[in-house]
């Protein structure tokens, strides 16, 4: 088994990712487990041999173990389910000096470490990403956080995990689009950090396709590798193309434009970035934008919802600070925080993408 390691410092850490095929069984040797009880919250659609996996090898610690399913997706992410989840917790005798884990999706960490940051006013936390989207992304850094009607991830707190786990062999049975959804993090992650992923996508295309285990360690372990670099510098570049994108899925998730999954919502928002980095004269980084998403089976384009709707969306997101700032190139792996745009500015960039 080969496993890569990633050292995870500064104010998110310290832990670890280990990222390799069958970690899931390796939890005990690659984690230290000093807890009397646990809780593995866990999509509820996950394959039952994948859930028997983890807690096979959390229980093999010596730690009394309960199973808590959750809805897939973004579901997942309200008051009501993190509810339930922390009073199945409680009725269990989870004390602070327990571990609450999360075996899923980025949204299912993202509940689950929200859980685990609240019960008894914080638990360790235990990310066991099984999506491409929440390896690469979701289940890094300590971002939690619950969803509520007026928009995505508003509600929520940063608490480190203990270590993150993720076995590349969940990705084997993980559907096409899930996989496509990660991979416009790894594009994101290649614009902003590691320009030598945006080849290495194209080059290894049918590896991926093949879902080739070893290929499959070396991508998550590289675009992990940009995540934590970034956090330890300019943190809010993580959100490229997310301004747009989380618009868009909010106003989706509002019956207001069509239900997107958080990659292609992105993918469409990085050449949203793109064209208004044309406009504010940053860069022309276009065609290069285009060639890796479409490289990856993403959309480029068909925005559908009205501007003006978009446009208060984007007022309500997590980085608005006096106005609505947006992530920009000035080059491939150079990204900088912008505010400050007029109106007209988005909404010609808008346009490119409807």
Do not use: C
């Amino acid at each position: 088994m080969t496993v890569r390691t990633l050292e995870v410092g500064g104010w998110a850490g310290p832990y670890r990712i280990h990222v390799g095929a069958n970690t899931l069984s390796a939890i005990g040797e690659l984690v230290t487990l000093v807890h009397e009880r646990a809780a593995l919250i866990h999509d509820e659609n996950l394959p039952a041999a994948i859930v028997d996996r983890a807690a096979g090898a959390i229980e093999a610690g010596d730690v009394e173990l309960i199973r808590i399913p959750v809805p897939s997706g973004e579901a997942a992410k309200s008051f009501a389910v993190a509810e339930r989840v922390a009073r199945a917790a409680a009725a269990a005798g989870l004390h602070r000096g327990d571990l609450i884990a999360g075996l899923g999706g980025g949204a299912t960490t993202d509940l689950s470490g929200f859980v685990a940051a609240t019960y008894h006013r914080g638990v360790d936390h235990l990310a066991l990403p099984t999506t491409l989207l929440g390896m690469v992304d979701a289940s890094i850094g300590g971002k939690t956080a619950v969803n509520i009607p007026e928009g995505k991830n508003l509600i929520g707190v940063f608490h480190s995990p203990v270590a993150v786990v993720a076995d590349v062999e969940t990705l084997l049975t993980l559907p096409d689009g899930e996989m496509q959804s990660g991979l416009a993090e790894v594009v994101k992650h290649g614009l902003i950090g590691d320009p030598g992923l945006l080849g290495d996508l194209r080059a290894h295309a049918t590896p991926l396709t093949d879902r080739d285990p070893e290929t499959l360690t070396d991508l998550v372990a590289r675009a992990a590798a940009v995540k934590v670099a970034v956090e330890h510098d300019v943190r809010a570049t993580l959100n490229y193309g997310h301004t747009l994108g989380h618009a868009l899925e909010s106003l989706g998730h509002a019956g207001e434009a069509p239900l997107r999954r958080h990659g292609e919502a992105v993918a469409i928002g990085m050449v949203f970035a793109a064209h208004l980095a044309r406009i504010r004269g940053m860069s022309d980084l276009i065609a290069e934008h285009v060639d890796a998403i479409e490289s990856a089976g993403l959309p480029v384009g068909g925005a559908d919802a009205p501007f003006e709707a978009v446009v208060e969306a984007m007022r309500r997101d997590k980085k608005y600070d006096r106005g609505i700032r947006f992530i920009l190139l000035n080059a491939i792996g150079d990204a900088a925080v912008v505010s400050g745009i007029e109106t007209d500015e988005i909404r010609a960039a808008y346009d490119a993408v409807r």
